[in-house]
Structure formats: C-alpha cells, structure tokens
C-alpha cells in the first residue's frame, strides 16, 4: 500500500505505483491522504493513478497536529479493512510520517523511500528532518537514494541489511515526462519560451523562509527585475496562501515577473529545460534541475542534498535578499561563472529506482530478490559534509 498526499510524494511514489501494478508479486492498493488537493489530483491525473482510497484530509491553514491526527485516524480504519502486507511511505512529510506511525502501531512493516536524507539540523529544514528521522527509526525496510544517505543511515545504527540504494524515483518521473516534451496550456508561456530570452525560474514554499524572509526573496526578484528588462522571471506559486501573501505585494504587476498556478509536472520540468537559472528551495527541484544542466540556486542555510552541490551544479544562497540579488546577477552576466555550474550531472538516479524499489521490497517480503544497489559515484563523505551549509 503507497501513502502519499502531496506534490512531490505523488510525483516520486508515481513511478513506484506503476512498478508495483506491473509486478505479479504484489496487489497495490493506492491511497491518498490529500494532505494537498489541487498539486496532488494534477499529478495523479498527468501519471493516470486512480487512488483507491482518499482520506481528503487537507484543510485551509492547517496545522501540523491537526493534519497529522486526522491522517493517523484515517489511515487506521483503512489498514484495519485492507490489512496490507507493507506500507511504503515516501520522504518526510506529515503524511509520510503519519503513514510511518499508523503502520507500525498495527504491526505493518514500513518500507521507506528517499531514506536517509539529512541536514543534521533537526529545525532545518523544519519540520522535514525531524520527520524522516523519526520514520527511520521505525522503518523496516529504507531505501536510500544514493550511497550518502546510506551511510547516513549506517552512521545512526541501522542494519546495513535493511537498506537498499535504489536512486530517487524523481529521476525515474523525469526521464518520463521530459521525453514528451508537452506544450504549455498556457499560450503565454509558449510565447514566451520561442522568444528565446533568458529565463530564470523560481519556486519558494518552505515553511521556514514564509513570513520575512520569503518577503525578502520577493524584493530580490523585483529588483532583478528592474535591473535586467531583456530577463524574464517566472514564477508558478504554491497553493499555501502564506506564499502568496508574502510574495505578492512585492511581485505582482511587475512586466518581466510572469506568476502562475502550480504548473503540471511535464510543463515545468519542460521549463527548467528551457530557463537558464532555477532559484529555489524546493528539494525536488535540486534533484531534477542538475539533471537537465541547469544552474540552481538554492534558497536556504543547508541542504539534505549535497551531492549536486559537490558536482558544483547546485550553490546554496541563503534567503538574505543582497546574496540573492548579487548570485542571479553573477550567473546572468558572467560567462565563465555560468558555465562552472551549468553541467548535467545524475547523482540522484539512474530511471531504475522504482525496480530496484520492487525488488526490495520482494526480498522484503520473501518473495524475491532485491537488484544491485544504484551507483552513485560520489566524492568523499567529508566533501559531501562539508556541503551541507552555507
Ligand atoms: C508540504 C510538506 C513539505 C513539502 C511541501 C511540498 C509537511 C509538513 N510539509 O508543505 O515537506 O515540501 O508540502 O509542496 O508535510 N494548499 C492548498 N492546495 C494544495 C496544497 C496546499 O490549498 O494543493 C494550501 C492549504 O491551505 C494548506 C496549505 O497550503 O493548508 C499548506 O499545505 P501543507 O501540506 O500543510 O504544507 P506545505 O507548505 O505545502
Ligand atoms: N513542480 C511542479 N509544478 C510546479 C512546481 C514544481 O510539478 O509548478 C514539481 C517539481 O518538478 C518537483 C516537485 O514539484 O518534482 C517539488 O515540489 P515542492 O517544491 O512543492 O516540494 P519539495 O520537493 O520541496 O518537497
């Protein structure tokens, strides 16, 4: 049984749906917490996954407890009909968390997904790293998407025999929508796209930048903006009205600032393809981004992800808004610091991470074998530390 509930589970769980549907090994019963509505439904629509059970959770402004005891209390009375074999949840959401705890209480073996990611700031990011500690430690199975977050698991304890390196399914997701190349439904991003100006792309949603910081992420776009009129900035918000109410004010109306909706997966990864710089401090982004060779700019203190860093396609910035400003100018206007970071590099996966996550979980539940573990290729642990901040 996956359990997922927002954007970015549903965009890596996807990959492992359909190699769970495709195995004879398994029934797979899918089920949606709906921890988010519009960005969940649009990427089970785009990878044609019919969720059989919903708990429709989400609330406007929710909070942490409530989300998360209206998830546990859901999910029970769904293990208690299905009395599934395994679980598997995905990252460090509440609804990854939730789906961990509720499962373990009835006896459930918990397979966990990009396991072992870390900051090793249990506030940063907050409440993610806290999160994917505590499903660690009640997982039975972990798979780790690359050789570092391995021994990040190793390093806490845990049995090497219960983790696999498997790549992260996001790899997987990408490899199969950007093949399709999709339009835009929006005609003005099609437009704006065959001008061929240089784009620079832009997400923000962590719960730690809303309030000043992301106001101050706000003023360094428009004055990017004013600075650079032949540039053109885009902007798809997240639904969670703390970003609007921030970014807005500073934003709106500004004639090189395009703002969107949540964009479907295919055309916003077909535009990180087409823009020359992403900013962000969405952990997805950082994942896919290197993998089409672009140049990210990572919006936060610290990141659970420092292998793209390593491989120099990734910086971290910081939410100070003089930093941001003076790192977007730099790769907009100087070559030679441009090309240093812009090179295509896969360190998170290989397309083969949702097998590799099948066969796992059948070794799991003795009824195969698991794949050779995803080789990653990475420098050396401390390099990779050393990555982690600012
Ligand atoms: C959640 C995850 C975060 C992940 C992010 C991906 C937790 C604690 N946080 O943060 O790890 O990076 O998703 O985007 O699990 N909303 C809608 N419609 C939607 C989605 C959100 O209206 O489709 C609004 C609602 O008012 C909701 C609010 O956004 O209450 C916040 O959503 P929530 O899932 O609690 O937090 P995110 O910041 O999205
Ligand atoms: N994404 C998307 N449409 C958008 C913005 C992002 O499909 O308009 C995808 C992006 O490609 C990535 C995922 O959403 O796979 C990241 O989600 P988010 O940034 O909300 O969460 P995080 O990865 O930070 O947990």
């Known amino acids: 049984m996956p359990i997922y509930g927002t954007r970015p589970e549903a965009i890596k769980v996807a990959p492992i749906v359909k190699a769970l549907k495709e195995s004879e090994l398994f029934d797979c019963v899918v089920t949606v917490t709906g921890q988010h ?13 019919t969720p059989d059970y919903d708990l429709d959770v989400i609330q406007p402004r929710q909070t942490l407890n409530s989300l998360l005891t209206r998830t546990i209390a859901g999910l029970d009375e769904i293990f208690e009909k299905e009395k599934p074999d395994a679980v598997v949840v995905q990252g460090d959401t509440t609804t990854s968390t939730a789906g961990a705890i509720a499962a373990f209480y009835r006896g459930i073996p ?73 339009p835009f439904t929006d005609k003005k991003l099609e437009e704006l796209v065959a001008t061929g100006r240089k784009i620079v792309l832009i997400t923000t949603h962590r719960r730690e930048n809303q309030g000043e910081p992301m106001r101050g992420i706000g003023r360094a776009i428009a004055r990017l ?58 952990g997805g982004v950082q994942e896919e981004a290197p993998s089409l060779g672009k140049p990210v700019l990572v919006m936060r203190e610290n990141t659970e992800r420092p292998e793209a860093v390593v491989a120099g396609t990734v910086k971290l910035i910081g939410t ?50 698991r794949m050779a573990d995803f080789d990653s290729e990475l420098p050396s642990e401390d390099e990779l530390m050393d990555a982690t901040s600012i």
């Open 110 to 182: 918990v397979v966990h997904a990009e396991a072992g990611l870390r900051s090793h700031d249990i506030f940063s990011p907050f409440p993610e790293e806290a999160n994917r500690k505590m499903t660690s430690q009640i997982a039975s199975l972990h798979l780790a998407p690359t050789s570092l977050s391995k021994s990040n698991l190793v390093n806490e304890t845990f049995d090497p025999a219960t983790i696999s390196v498997t790549g992260n399914t996001v790899i997987d997701a990408l490899f199969t929508v950007v093949e399709k190349n999709v």
């Open 320 to 369: 100070n808004e003089e930093l941001i400003f003076e790192s977007v100018e730099l790769l907009l206007n100087d070559k030679a610091a441009y090309v240093a970071m812009a090179t295509a590099v896969n360190p998170y996966g290989d397309g083969l991470a949702a097998d590799r996550t099948v066969a796992a979980i059948a070794e799991l539940l003795n009824v195969g074998k």
């Open 225 to 282: 903006a004013a600075i650079e009129p032949d540039v053109e900035f885009i902007l798809p918000l997240h639904r969670n009205p703390a970003v609007r109410e921030a970014l807005l004010p500073e934003i709106d109306g500004l004639v090189n600032v395009t703002l969107t909706e949540p964009l479907a997966y295919g055309e916003f990864t077909r535009l990180i393809a087409a823009a020359n710089i992403v900013l962000t401090d969405s």
């Open 37 to 49: 509505r519009e960005m969940l439904d649009q990427v089970n629509e785009l990878f044609d996954i």
